[in-house]
């Protein structure tokens, strides 16, 4: 590639944050789906000095003297950083004003080598934090352990919620998922989200629209916050109505996709794509396109603790038609400038039934989930279970919280030592799978009837007990 201009300004984009972990320095962007790479710390040292006050020959200059090394060997760092995180860097005419002042010296330092198995983060870099467990609605298809619209609930307030941010912000935080229940029932939610951005942690959240309405979506706008997350699951008013078991409830999520839209927010949807609607999915992917949804989900249907129901899982033969349809309508939708988040292949939609493919529990390596009251706990599916709460933040801060004694015999549960007398016990691949993470506690607890500590999780070919998820 063609070396930059010597005389133009790098500077970080004000998304960007770079924070030191023992076994290198990741680099990632505040968001609502953030990538994190680690790197090693001597190109962080460069990436710091990219605050917009000196120009590349500049920074040149100052690699050279920081590493005590020729401007020739400095040269090629620099453009080496430039090129591998180009679109991370504005490059600037000007001198700017500093947006974000790191201390190249912090990123000076040898990285430890990354222990086997689960590697856990010195503090959460996401957060969802559960703002009510109450829902007007009752959607058959729940994961939630909810409440009632008109329940009692005790809530961690905006002061607290202020200063839980703030300590969110210094730590370097991606995001907080403002999550439900139904987060917009919080007369509050716009000045929540209002101290989430001030203190320059990305909030994002998804609503069903029930409490919606068109002064709602003004008091969010002004807080600065420009994206929302609309459920809709069908284009037939009394199919949703069904689904959510509440009458009403179609027209009010259509309106509340149009006022967003209206207003110009980012909207993107989530639909659930269970037995009763994958028939009408690839119908209501279209429309969403042509209204001008930007992102479109489609969540499988996953097995609830709270509302069992074999009967939502679709066939393999349903998902087949489904995949089939949503082939011929992609690049339509594509050419609208929506994104479609699906399903693309049998194997892909059941990867995740397998220990090989499923995802390591970031509930325990990398986010934090926190309940209402404060409590802090290791998964959202597992609601108010005491087993799992390690901490609470209406008492303790984020870090206090995440190095808590409870999280850390949660954790000593993923050890070797505890699966004696288990298949996992002696099994060649219990590092690459248990070591890293991959049991997964809500699955146990799902076919196990509680958390049972040294037991093979329901995926492994080695468990006694299985779970249905996904297909019929």
């Known amino acids: 590639n063609k070396d930059p201009p010597p005389l133009l300004f790098p500077i970080l984009r004000k998304e960007v944050r770079l924070r030191k972990e023992d076994f290198g320095v990741l680099v990632y962007?505040?968001?609502?789906?953030?990538?994190?790479?680690?790197?090693?710390?001597?190109?962080?040292?460069?990436?710091?000095?990219?605050?917009?006050?000196?120009?590349?020959?500049?920074?040149?200059?100052?690699?050279?003297?920081?590493?005590?090394?020729?401007?020739?060997?400095?040269?090629?760092?620099?453009?080496?950083?430039?090129?591998?995180?180009?679109?991370?860097?504005e490059l600037r005419k000007e001198k700017v004003q500093i947006r974000r002042r790191y201390d190249p010296q912090n990123f000076i330092y040898k990285p430890k080598k990354p222990k086997k198995g689960l590697i856990r983060y010195k503090a959460p870099l996401r957060m969802a934090l559960v703002l009510t467990r109450r829902c007007p609605l009752d959607c058959i298809y729940?994961?939630?352990?909810?409440?009632?619209?008109?329940?009692?609930?005790?809530?961690?307030?905006?002061?607290?919620?202020?200063?839980?941010?703030?300590?969110?912000?210094s730590l370097g935080m991606s995001d907080v998922y403002l999550a439900g229940g139904e987060p917009l029932l919080r007369k509050d939610f716009p000045e929540v989200a209002k101290i989430a951005l001030d203190a320059g942690v990305y909030p994002h959240t998804s609503t069903k629209g029930w409490p919606v309405t068109e002064e709602l979506v003004k008091r969010i706008?002004?807080?600065?916050?420009?994206?929302?997350?609309v459920s809709i699951d069908t284009l037939d008013p009394k199919l949703q109505d069904m689904l959510t078991q509440r009458v009403g409830s179609h027209v009010r999520m259509v309106r509340t996709l149009q006022l967003f839209l209206k207003a110009g927010f980012k909207v993107s949807t989530n639909t659930v794509i269970c037995s009763y609607n994958i028939s009408e999915v690839p119908d209501l992917v279209k429309w969403l396109a042509e209204q001008g949804v930007s992102e479109i989900n489609l969540s499988p249907y996953s097995f609830s603790i709270y509302k069992p129901r074999d009967d939502l899982f679709p066939t393999i033969e349903q998902y087949?038609?489904?995949?089939?349809?949503?082939?011929?309508?992609?690049?339509?939708?594509?050419?609208r400038g929506a994104i479609l988040h699906r399903p693309k292949s049998i194997e892909g939609l059941l990867?995740?039934?397998?220990?090989?493919?499923?995802?390591?529990?970031?509930?325990?390596?990398?986010?934090?989930?926190?309940?209402?009251?404060?409590?802090?706990?290791?998964?959202?599916?597992?609601?108010?279970?005491?087993?799992?709460?390690?901490?609470?933040?209406?008492?303790?801060?984020?870090?206090?919280?995440?190095n808590s004694s409870r999280i850390e015999e949660i954790l000593a549960t993923f050890n070797r030592e505890n699966f004696k007398g288990s298949p996992c016990y002696s099994c060649e691949t219990f590092e690459k799978?248990?070591?890293?993470?991959?049991?997964?506690?809500?699955?146990?607890?799902?076919?196990?009837?509680?958390m049972k500590v040294g037991v093979p999780d329901p995926l492994c070919p080695m468990s006694p007990v299985r779970i249905k998820d996904i297909v019929r």
């Open 29 to 89: 962007e505040v968001g609502e789906r953030p990538e994190f790479k680690i790197v090693n710390p001597s190109k962080a040292v460069i990436l710091s000095l990219m605050d917009g006050s000196m120009n590349i020959k500049e920074l040149k200059e100052a690699v050279a003297y920081i590493f005590n090394s020729s401007i020739e060997e400095a040269d090629e760092a620099v453009n080496s950083v430039l090129d591998e995180f180009s679109d991370l860097i």
């Open 142 to 169: 729940c994961y939630a352990d909810k409440l009632n619209a008109s329940d009692p609930e005790k809530t961690l307030g905006l002061e607290r919620l202020k200063e839980i941010f703030e300590e969110a912000g």
């Open 221 to 229: 706008a002004e807080t600065g916050m420009d994206s929302m997350q």
């Open 320 to 335: 087949e038609v489904l995949i089939s349809e949503l082939d011929k309508v992609e690049a339509e939708v594509m050419e």
């Open 351 to 402: 990867s995740g039934l397998t220990m090989e493919g499923a995802p390591g529990c970031g509930g325990i390596t990398l986010g934090m989930i926190v309940l209402p009251d404060g409590r802090v706990t290791i998964c959202e599916r597992l609601g108010v279970n005491p087993d799992f709460i390690y901490g609470d933040l209406s008492k303790q801060s984020i870090v206090e919280a995440w």
């Open 433 to 450: 799978c248990v070591g890293a993470g991959k049991l997964c506690y809500f699955r146990i607890v799902a076919a196990y009837g509680g």
